[in-house]
Every structure is written in structure tokens, then in C-alpha cells.
């Protein structure tokens, strides 16, 4: 068994020379940081461009609704196939080739904002074991916390990123949105935003949770709604969210 | 008219002895930070104790619920007398003190982790101009950002705040619930949040903003409710505010 298993090691393909397929958020900061760490990007392709034929992994860095029309153009046999997606399943890739996996980096990219890749979270699956094995050791070039998940669990985490990262956001736009109104400068939140974030880090958000609706204090909540009028929206948003933390609080 | 202003100047009072009524997060913090800054603590006092007579300022840092009871066993005459509070407005103290104020630090304290007042936004009032000069003058030893600003103005502020930081630390902690379910250390989500948090500073949080909801990406969106059923209040705030931001989008 021993031998078995170190045989297998030695005839494990390794992943050197990459095509990553979308040149948006993801794909750029995916091929700046796989060519520090050592592998060939032989193209970091525009959507619609000619797909190089024969490399070792295809990476699909599309947006999800754009990502079949591409592939369905792509020139592959068997190559390794992988997309980057939190919400698509890997079996939209097996239509395409034997060979297909997810790498999704649990990251929002912004371009000319680098990233610290060693820290962010990456998101293996595979067809199968030995194509996950060779995922899984390219993956680990590029970070420290490689996740076998399937597309269930990958599916879940991103539903978490999206209240993490897209709803906080969201709040703090609505903080801007009123402080414009007062003519004051959504920068003033910054010490806060960035210590709210801070803290939930270090203590978790369950117990970095502070506020009104936590203490369940009617008055400062009841005044708070009553300056929300004219703000429909953003009244029912407060309300609801209020009424969620209190209830946690029960 | 130079002259009157450079006489005034010279008589103007000054805040050099602090009582402060209240020991928790906001109190212990200011204590220390004042301190640092030169002034002299006379007494940090826990709820209920003694208060000492005779101080240059006496800053209520208590629950807005305890602050009226508290009040009306101080032994003041018309010691300066301010609160902490973003929802509570200054005519509450006019009863205890004829020099009264605000000193309203937009910050999120918790014991044992220490803040950089500089970068912290302390908003002023008083009920008179000289008073005005004289807490923005202690204001400005303690932080580079002093803004004077009415009841009205700070409560906007406080709504605000409440939104940038009590309900985006409630969305990570609807995250944080989200991964355990699937037996995910929350602290994978970190590097999103901290650079999500870096990035709304650096852009803006309307330039920020990124996901599903945003691309109004149906598809995506539809999974992600189906992937929430049995998280019924979950399922509503993904809903809402998926629709808000898509909302701003058009």
C-alpha cells in the first residue's frame, strides 16, 4: 500500500502551463498571482478571443450567464477544465471535457487593488480524486487555505460571502446615502467601518454585536424610525434587521 | 473687533479637571484617552458612586436609559455637563446644569481593545457659543476630526452608524451562522470582510459594491433563496435587500 500510494505520487500529472479564460477581476489577479508562484500563463484571454489548444488547466474566469456560450468555442479534448464560480455547478464543465473541477477564490477582486492570496480561502472540486489531487497541489502553490468542498457546501459558503461582503457593503452605502444627505463625508465612518470589521474578527460577530436593536432599546429604535420617514426602504431594512437581532437576542 | 476676540480669548475657560460618570466601554476609553492627552481624571465613577463637586467637566458616559437617574443625584451647580450619546438629545441635561453640551464619539468601544482617538469623529454641541469654544477646544486635544453639529445632526449620524457598523456586523453574523451549519470556521470569511470593509473606504461604497444582486443576476439569486428555505428570516433580508440594491442599480 505504501508503495502503491508513492508509485501514484510519481506518475501524479503537475499543472505548469495555464490558459485563464475572462481578463476581468478574477482572471487578472488569478494570473498575477499563479505567475508568482511559479506557473506559465500562456494567455490571459478577452471573452470571444482564440483559445490556445494543449495547456495543462483551462480556467474559466467568467461571469457565470457568459460562461457556456465561451466554452462552447473552446478547442478541448481532455485538458483540465475548472471554473471559478461560487454559484455554478461543476457539471456544467462535463459536457466539455473528462477532466473538470471549481477553483473559487472566497476573495471580492477589484482591479489595482492587490490581494494577499496566501490568505484567502480556495475552494477545490473535481470529477475526480486524482484530478482533485492535482487541484488541490496547485492550488496550494497560490494559497495556504485550500477547502475540498462540493458545490453544495460551495454554494452555501457563497451565500455567506454574499451577506459577509455584498449586504455589508449595502450598508454601509445606505450609511452614505444619509450622511450625503446631511452634507457630510461618508469618510468620517472609516475608524468605524474598519474597526466593526476589526473587531467581529477577533471576538466573532455574534459577541461583537452592539447596538439598539442588541440592547433592545424601543426608544433610540422608535427614534430612529421616526427620522426614517420619507425613507421607506431604508425604514423597512432598519426594522427588519432590528427585529432579527433582537430575536437573537431571546 | 480683533482686540475684543483676543480678550476673549484670554478669559476664556478652560477644561482641565474630568469626572467621568460611567465606567464602561465609552468611559474606560475616553478616561484613558484623555488622560494621555493631558487632562486630569479626577474620578472614573461605576454606576451609583459618589460624585466629586467642583470639576471643569463632567461627561455622563452611560446608557441613555440610566442617564436621567443618574443625573438627578449629581452634585452640580453649573459645572460644564455633557453626554455621550448619538440618540439622546443635549435639552436632557438643562434641568442639571446651566453650561451643557454633547461629546458624541462616532466609534464602536470594547474593553481591552484600544482605539486611535485621532481618526475618530467627535461631535460637539452646547447650548451656548463660549461653551461651544470651550468643548471644541478639549475636543480638538483628543481628535483631528471635531465637528459641531446639532440633535438633529447627530441622531442622522447615529442611524448612519447604526447601519455601518451594528447591521453589517449582523450580516457577518448571519455568515458566521450560515458556515457552521456547514462546520466552517467563520474566520475563512476574514480576508473578504477586512478587504470589503478597505475597499467601500478606498472607493466608496457605491463604486464598491459587487455580487449577484447588483448584476441583477436572477439566476444566482433564485438558487441562493432555494438554498435558504428553513431560514425563513434569513430568506426575507436576502430578498430585501437583494431588491434595494438591485433597486439602485436601475
Avoid at 472566497?106 to 475526480?128: C, H, S, W, Y
Avoid at 494559497?143 to 454554494?155: G, H, M, P, Q, T
Avoid at 442588541?214 to 429604535?221: A, L, M, P, S, T
Wanted: hydrophobic share 45%.
Amino acid at each position: 500500500m505504501f508503495i502503491s500510494k508513492f508509485a501514484a505520487s510519481l506518475i501524479m500529472e503537475t499543472i505548469q502551463d495555464i490558459v485563464i479564460v475572462g481578463a476581468g477581476n478574477v482572471g487578472t489577479h488569478l494570473a498575477e498571482i499563479m505567475l508568482e508562484a511559479g506557473f506559465t500563463i500562456c494567455q490571459l484571454a478577452e471573452r470571444g478571443a482564440t483559445i490556445v489548444p494543449g495547456k495543462d488547466l483551462y480556467i474559466m474566469a467568467l461571469p457565470d450567464a457568459a460562461m457556456e456560450e465561451a466554452l462552447s468555442e473552446m478547442p478541448l479534448k481532455d485538458e483540465m477544465l475548472v471554473h471559478t464560480s461560487g454559484s455554478v455547478p461543476m457539471e456544467i464543465l462535463s459536457r466539455y471535457s473528462e477532466n473538470t473541477g471549481v477553483f473559487y477564490p472566497l476573495q471580492t477582486f477589484t482591479k489595482g487593488r492587490p490581494i494577499d492570496m496566501k490568505e484567502v480561502p480556495l475552494l477545490i472540486e473535481a470529477n475526480r480524486i486524482d484530478n482533485e489531487n492535482i487541484l488541490v497541489e496547485a492550488a496550494k502553490k497560490i494559497s495556504n487555505k485550500v477547502i475540498v468542498a462540493d458545490s453544495d457546501r460551495r454554494l452555501s459558503l457563497h451565500i455567506a460571502a454574499v451577506f459577509a461582503s455584498n449586504f455589508s457593503n449595502h450598508m454601509y452605502d445606505i450609511a452614505r446615502h444619509l450622511m450625503e444627505e446631511q452634507e457630510l463625508d461618508f469618510d468620517l465612518l472609516s475608524p468605524l467601518i474598519i474597526e466593526t470589521a476589526a473587531k467581529a474578527r477577533a471576538l466573532g460577530p455574534d459577541k461583537a454585536q452592539t447596538g439598539p436593536a442588541k440592547r433592545n432599546d424601543r426608544e433610540v429604535i422608535r427614534k430612529h424610525l421616526d427620522m426614517l420617514k420619507g425613507h421607506e426602504a431604508i425604514k423597512e431594512l432598519y426594522k427588519r434587521i432590528s427585529d432579527n437581532i433582537s430575536e437573537q437576542e431571546k
